[in-house]
C-alpha cells in the first residue's frame, strides 16, 4: 500500500491555502480534498460500470453500455471517477478556465486511488495527456489534461510523454457532426511526433470522457503508429448514452 501512502503524503503538500475543490471554500486546516458539506454529495462511478468506457450502466444486465456494443473503439479500456454532474462540473471549469491549477493534485490523486490495482496490473510505459491546440494553449496558458496527467506520474512514477501526441487543429464544429463524421475529424486532429514503438502501453489522461470520440481518435494514432494497448482515465464521465 506503499502508493497510497505516498497519495496521502503528496495530496498534503498540494493545497496551499486548502480549498474544496469543488465549493473553493477554505478548509480546516490539516484537511484537504471535499470540505463536509460536498463530500456527501460526490457521485463516484462505483463499481457497474460499462467493462470497455468506464461509464455507469444504466442497464444492468449487460457489462457493456449500448455505445460500446454499437460501435468499434479503437482503445482498449477506460475508467473515470466521477459521474459528471454540477459539482464536478463546476470544479473541472474552475480547473481548465479559471487558473485553479491547484485542484489537479486532488484529480490525479482519485485517479490513482480508485484504479489502483487496475493501473498496477496494465504495467503502463508512459502516460500522456489529451493535448490541446497551439491557439488553445497560448490562449490559456495551460493544458489541465497535462496537470492531471503530471500529477499522475509524480504519484506512480509512470513517465509523462507530453512530447509524443499534438493536437493539429481544433474542432469546434465536432456537434454539427455525425458519429462517424465525429471520430473522423477527430483521428484527423490527433498527429504523432515522435518515436511510440517502444511504449506498448499507454495510459491517457482526460478530464472528461463524453461520446468516446476523442479517446477513439488518440487510441486510432497511437496503435497505428505501432501501440499495442491504450487505455485512458478521466476525472468525469456522463453517464451511459
Ligand atoms: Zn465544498
Ligand atoms: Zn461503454
Known sequence: MKIIKDVIAFAGDIFFPRRCPFCGEVLVFGRNGPCESCRPKLQYVGKDF?????????????????????????????????????????????????????????????????????????????????????????????????????????????PLRNDILIRVRDTVAQKDLGRAGRQKNLKNSFKITGNVVELETIMVIDDIYTTGSTMSGIAGVLKEAGVKKVCFFTVATGSAI
Open 50 to 158: 460499462c467493462l470497455k468506457c468506464g461509464k455507469p450502466l444504466t442497464d444492468h444486465s449487460g457489462e457493456y453500455c449500448s455505445a460500446c456494443k454499437r460501435s468499434v473503439r479503437p482503445f482498449d479500456m477506460g475508467r473515470s471517477v466521477f459521474v459528471y454532474d454540477d459539482l464536478v462540473k463546476r470544479s473541472l471549469s474552475s480547473l481548465k478556465y479559471n487558473n485553479k491549477r491547484e485542484y489537479a493534485g486532488y484529480f490525479a490523486s482519485q485517479i490513482v486511488l480508485c484504479y489502483e490495482r487496475t493501473i498496477r496490473s496494465a504495467g503502463f510505459d508512459a502516460i500522456v495527456p489529451v493535448p490541446v491546440s497551439r491557439e488553445r494553449m497560448r490562449k490559456r496558458g495551460y493544458n489541465q489534461a497535462e496537470l492531471v496527467a503530471k500529477k499522475v506520474s509524480d504519484i506512480t512514477g509512470i
